[in-house]
């Protein structure tokens, strides 16, 4: 069985937010569009970034400029810490990946996690909208005033379903997991305004969405080769270890 394990970087004397907001690069790539533009587009400050010690990694650039793909970021003028993860996190590799966030946040003063979970999963036109699976103390204090509607149905794996396992017990703080359906190979900027709609809702942060729309082609491209990067790891990371991965099941 692999075993992988995530450094995260970050120094002693930066605090983070109360709130961790964790953007993936999922299928679809609405959660980590989402973070992206937030902290580009809201006063925040890198803090940090997590890498793997031997999960093949990538090396985002922009105008010749290399950069971690795991990144962390205070938003200056919110209690939130926000995760911008454009390495994909494989099945296999969720549990490391997520123990190295747990422990970090077992010393900091975070007391929610929350994950935007972009997933493709059949879905008619009135449900294309953002639901939530979430422990029960984070319902009670985040949602309970929301229009938000639970996912019905199915269950979660990779590293939403490592964090809801472990929020269940009271093992880790609270933990809120908005999913939405999402298109491949993406970015799908629907789904990334559906998660803008409910972080908006639940904690008040209003971004612009104007140059997200304006740049939506420059950043499919961007994305659509991300995806792509990450399907080729994902066939390359079957055939090597002659095994199957768990699907994402989570449906309505």
């Known amino acids: 069985m692999p075993q992988d394990s995530f450094e995260i970087a970050v120094p002693g004397d930066i605090s983070p937010g109360q709130t961790l907001l964790i953007g993936p690069a ?51 003028n919110f209690d939130l810490t926000v995760v911008v993860g454009e390495l994909f996190v494989p099945v296999w590799a969720a549990r490391p990946f997520t123990e190295a966030l747990i422990e970090w946040v077992s010393t900091n003063r975070i007391e929610e996690i929350v994950l935007l979970h972009g997933v493709p999963f059949p879905h008619g036109p ?22 938000l509607q639970p996912l019905r149905g199915g269950f979660l794996d990779g590293v939403a379903g490592e964090l809801i396992s472990k929020s269940v017990d009271g093992e880790i703080p609270p933990v ?18 559906k998660f803008f709609d409910a972080i908006e809702s639940v904690y008040g942060v209003e971004v612009d969405r104007a140059e997200l729309e304006q740049r939506s082609e420059e950043l499919k491209r961007y994305y659509s080769n991300l995806a792509e990067r990450m399907a080729t790891l994902e066939e390359e990371n079957q055939r090597s270890r002659n095994r199957e991965y768990p699907e994402d099941r989570t449906y309505m």
């Open 26 to 76: 999922n299928l679809g790539m609405a959660g980590v569009t989402a973070a992206d533009y937030l902290v580009r587009h809201l006063d925040s400050e890198k803090i940090g970034h997590i890498t793997p010690e031997e999960l093949p990694a990538i090396t985002p650039f922009e105008d010749g400029k290399p950069r971690h793909h795991t990144r962390l970021y205070n938003l200056t």
């Open 176 to 193: 809120g997991v908005y999913v939405t359906p999402t298109h491949p190979p993406g970015p799908d900027i629907d789904a990334a305004f």
């Open 126 to 147: 009135e449900e294309h909208a953002v639901f939530y699976v979430a422990s029960e103390p984070y319902r009670e204090t985040r949602l309970a005033e929301t229009d």
